[in-house]
């Protein structure tokens, strides 16, 4: 994704950043074994709203695992948690792995700059449990963007955030993956920089990044202005409550996902949904939510399917 104050290498990172030239070399995404019904319909909830509100579970499903670990993506997958949110950064020597800090510090036994560490320093960390800090090692180990993919098997959507990756690259793994129809990329940029930058924008299922201070004045005009690049999904930043009803319209007509974080500290806590989800995520759901991050993706997927609550479906064109 892109800092709200600057563009950044991982910024328009996983889109921004390619031109034509890299595109003969991405190719077309490899053709993979026939899907799973599951792998299908997974794909066909990311091209659109189907009426299920999608849970993605930021980090993956790192609780009683370790965040960014092979692990909490076949937890969510074992769960069959919609998306995993997954953070990216390149070892010294060019391969992406998945690591959200710069530093490797948090999460594992090691420190240093994972721009400043081969594949093999990294593989010689143990990470952490859970979100690291002072918890105890473990015996899993710093995974690859394509062991990461494959992990999934089809069976769980990625959200990619690039911290710090070539794009090239990062679409060419996807690509060789054969899942770029599993795939959610990112950016936190205007619809022109990205249509400047990212010739193929629209090849690719994307999300721009909108936060409610630079949008209030008129929301519905910058929910617009990234019509031509025909977004699956919205990702809103929202600092009031009342703010979430006035895109409702606007991105149903666009038969477009309205994604909000209900992470610790958002005005919709995920604390405070463990107390009372029908106040935090039953009331997204009633303003037109239609996928929710949050660290407790097992308890939103249970509290939904208890409840009941589905959302708006329709039809891309």
Sequence with gaps: MISATKVRAGALGVLAACSLAVLPQLGQPTQAATPSARSAELARRLAGPDGHVMVVAHRGCWKATSENSLDAIAQCRA????????????????????MHDADVARTTD????????????????????????????????????????????????????????????LLRIVDEAGLRGH??????????????????????????????????????????????????SYEIDVKTQGFLPRLTGALRARCARYWVNSLAGRIYDDHAALEDPDAVWGRLVAYGVDAIQTDHPGILKDYLSRSGLRSFACTPS
């Design 79 to 98: 769960m069959r948690i919609d998306m995993v949110e997954l953070d990216v950064r390149t070892s010294r020597d060019g391969v992406p792995v998945l």
């Design 110 to 169: 090691g420190t240093g700059r994972v721009a400043d560490m081969t594949l093999a320093d990294l593989r010689a960390l143990h990470l952490r449990e859970g979100m690291g800090g002072t918890s105890a090692a473990t015996e899993r180990r710093i995974p690859t963007l394509a062991e990461a993919l494959a992990a999934t098997g089809g069976e769980v959507l990625v959200n990619l955030d690039a911290k710090a990756v070539d794009p090239a690259v």
């Design 183 to 232: 795939v959610l990329f990112k950016a936190e940029a205007s619809a022109s920089e990205i249509a400047q930058h990212v010739p193929f924008v629209r090849d690719v299922h994307f999300q721009p990044i909108l936060r409610e201070p630079g949008m209030a004045d008129d929301p519905v005009a910058a929910v617009a202005s990234y019509d031509a690049l025909a977004p699956v």
